[in-house]
């Protein structure tokens, strides 16, 4: 009973909904202050996402006639529920994640393409031209980044010799020389991560100025909030998922740091994982700063002649280092 | 057989700056065809002037456009100079020759950053506007507005660049060439500004040639045609400058041409601070036009710009015809879009740096049909009423 209890309040409060949901927020902050910054603006205050979203989930919801109503309306929660799920593989205090399975790599991965699976959807029942262009080009993206990201974060499976991200970490933490090895892999998981999250040069499905607000152009109000805190939470699990897998070692779990006599350990893990994190959103802004948007058939030549390739590569590196350490 | 989608882009458009209709047909992600709808802001300029004065004229003339104000008052100004036989002062012929070239740099800038929105590089955007910010101050510091400048006047201009002010607008024409050299290696080195300009939009000198274009979207294509050049008006015959061309063609030559003519422009601006000749910067006009009629050309930042005026001996003018620059290329913009992926529309379209305000009064081109048709105003009333109502 205990356990079920303190399971909810994990999955509510933390590292759950309402962990990512602040988390998330703030992020998006840097992110567009970092962006500001650099483009030699001033940028939002701290509290704007969190005022927009407010403002949003004001506004009035509208459904257009001629969409599929249920699609419309419960696709939002289906990505936005796939995409906070992977952060209980994901190891966030410790070397363990909350809830560790064998091959949780795969189910995060996995659950990390649902919302462009779910960008398709939201286009084609939107019926309307732009959502369908949006949705077509986010489910043609996918053909282009999923691979090498998956590729790339498979690398640091094998040479840990596991799918489970912990393992991944910890052994990362046990070798942390092998992160070096997972330097090619790092860059090409931040590009594919970079189209996941559909920013620039990737922003292709909602290229503004090419098809209006792409695949959420007939969205409003509850919804449009929802998709777009499903943006932010994807950037948060998605920074976290490769801060865990390639960026490990940074972590204590073998023995432990205590300051005036309390174990200081786990906070000093989270705020590393914080710090992981909030570097791999700097950098997304900063990819976001330097680039022009390319265009689809473009983004799919770069993919498959450079990451993919690269993906491969790095996978042939992991499988040399396997060999020869075991070998 | 497959039926091409309809993609209706516009009127109102976050691509587009002004209200402007482009219905395309594409084919997967290429536009087989491209039809344009235009005048949604018939303003009837052309008519107001005949129930104004000269002078009174100059303020709205003004306000046909709103980024090359200077280029329509000075055309309208040597057209009813060239009737009255005026003789305008050195001072005053360069000075406006200043001006025009700040506003060419402005307009350039304008357009390089919304080029870069385009294709969704919103920091050069940032960066661009600026420095424009820059030349707007100095337009500042010489006229006190930073958009209509109010600066020509019938016979020369309303206002004198001061002695003191002279350092200042040096130095920030100083800042200028260093931010637009930095823009010209940026244009040329980045990757993915290369990717989406290279090749995109591409129109051929002879095509170029045939439809009539003007303007930098010409010299990209290799024509080298200028007004400053080839009929030399203002202080032009009396500076050095050089007429930038390039020959690829497409949307990256465009850019080229635009950011070296910024680099002219700068240098044309220094000469004209160095060699200032003081003096009068006006002759005195009489209200009253003799009969007669002139047309004077002036190389506005997006091509050649048209004046026509001709007068009855009042103080109003009896007709003003305006052909602006964008007018001049629609032609070649359609053409430009054949073929194309979608996601290269808006940069294809925006490389014409299309000013709507300027040009609502249009020759309309049927591309489905392959026919040309003239509008009247009445016959633009009545396409609009058969419009109405249809989505």
């Known amino acids: ?327 | 057989m497959e039926k091409n989608i309809l993609i209706p882009i516009g009127p109102q458009h976050p691509g587009f700056k002004e209200p402007m209709r482009l219905d395309i047909s594409i084919d997967g992600e290429k536009v087989v065809d491209a039809d344009i709808i235009l005048s949604f802001n018939h303003r009837g300029i052309e008519k107001a002037t005949e129930a104004r004065s000269y002078i009174q004229n100059l303020y709205l003339i003004e306000r046909v456009c709103g980024i090359c104000s200077h280029a329509h008052t000075t055309s309208y100004c040597h057209a009813v100079e060239e009737i009255l036989g005026l003789q305008v002062p050195d001072q005053a012929r360069y000075i406006r020759t200043f001006i025009g070239e700040l506003e060419r740099i402005q307009s350039h800038l304008l357009w390089l950053g919304i080029a870069g929105h385009e294709i969704g590089w919103d920091t050069l955007l940032m960066y661009t506007w600026r420095d424009r910010e820059r030349v707007n101050d100095m337009l500042e510091l010489i006229s006190g507005n930073r958009v209509h400048y109010a600066m020509n006047t019938i016979g020369g201009v309303r206002r004198d660049i001061a002695q003191e002010d002279i350092s200042g607008l040096k130095e920030g024409l100083d800042l200028l060439e260093k931010s637009v050299k930095y823009y010209i290696h940026v244009i040329t080195e980045e990757e993915t500004f290369l990717m989406r300009t290279r090749g995109v939009g591409y129109l051929s000198t002879d095509k170029a040639r045939k439809l009539c274009a003007v303007g930098p979207t010409t010299r990209a294509s290799n024509v080298k045609i200028d007004v400053r050049a080839d009929d030399s008006y203002a202080a032009y015959l009396d500076l050095d400058f050089s007429v930038v061309t390039a020959e690829s063609g497409d949307v990256w030559g465009r850019s080229i041409v635009k950011t070296g003519e910024l680099v002219q422009s700068i240098r044309i601006c220094r000469q004209v601070l160095d060699v200032l000749p003081g003096g009068e910067i006006r002759t005195k006009a009489p209200p009253k036009v003799p009969t007669g009629e002139a047309v004077s050309r002036y190389e506005a930042p997006r091509g050649e710009l048209i004046y026509y005026v001709k007068s009855n001996g009042s103080n109003m003018p009896e007709r003003v015809k305006i052909r602006s620059p964008t007018l001049g290329n629609w032609l070649v913009m359609a053409e430009m879009l054949k073929g194309v992926y979608i996601a290269d529309v808006p940069i294809v379209v925006d490389a014409i740096d299309p000013c709507l305000s300027c040009s609502a009064r249009v020759t309309m081109t049927d591309y489905s049909k392959g026919k040309k048709v003239v509008t009247t105003l009445g016959a633009l009333g009545k396409w609009k009423k058969g419009r109405r109502g249809i989505a």
């Open chain 1, 1 to 327: 009973m205990m356990d079920s209890l303190a399971a909810v309040l994990y999955l509510i409060l933390f590292p759950g909904f309402v962990f990512l949901l602040v988390f998330g927020l703030f992020c998006e902050w840097v992110d567009r202050k970092v962006y500001a910054r650099l483009q030699n603006r001033v940028g939002p205050p701290l509290f704007q996402p969190f005022a927009d979203l407010i403002k949003l989930l004001g506004k009035e919801d509208i459904i257009p006639k001629n969409v599929d109503s249920i699609l419309f309306q419960y696709t939002p929660l289906i990505a936005f529920a796939a995409v906070m799920t992977p952060i209980i593989f994901i190891p966030i205090w410790s070397a363990t994640a909350l809830f560790p399975l064998q091959g949780d790599l795969i189910i995060a991965l996995y659950l990390l393409s649902i919302p462009a699976l779910a960008l398709f959807v939201i286009g084609w029942s939107s019926v309307s031209l732009y959502p369908l262009l949006g949705g077509f080009r986010a489910a043609t993206m996918l053909f282009g980044y999923e691979v090498p990201f998956i590729l790339a974060c498979l690398s640091c499976g094998i040479i840990a010799g596991s799918w489970r991200i912990s393992d991944i970490t910890a052994y990362l933490e046990m070798y942390p020389a092998s992160m070096l090895i997972v330097i090619p892999g790092f860059v090409i998981a931040l590009l594919a991560l970079e189209a996941k999250l559909e920013r620039t040069p990737f922003d292709i499905p909602q290229a503004e100025t090419e098809i209006v607000g792409g695949v959420l152009t007939e969205y409003s109000g509850k919804k449009l909030a929802v998709m777009r805190l499903m943006d932010d939470i994807r950037m948060v699990v998605g920074s976290s998922l490769i801060a865990a897998v390639f960026l490990g070692g940074f972590i204590v779990s073998y023995g432990s740091i205590s300051w005036a006599g309390t174990d200081l350990t786990n906070v000093i893990n989270f705020l590393l994982y914080i710090a992981k994190s909030l570097m791999i959103v700097f950098l997304l802004a900063v990819i976001r700063t330097l680039f022009a948007r390319i265009r689809i058939d473009q983004m799919l030549d770069f993919s498959w002649k450079y990451l993919a390739m690269g993906g491969i590569f790095q996978l042939f590196i992991a499988v040399m280092y396997i060999g020869i350490l075991h070998g």
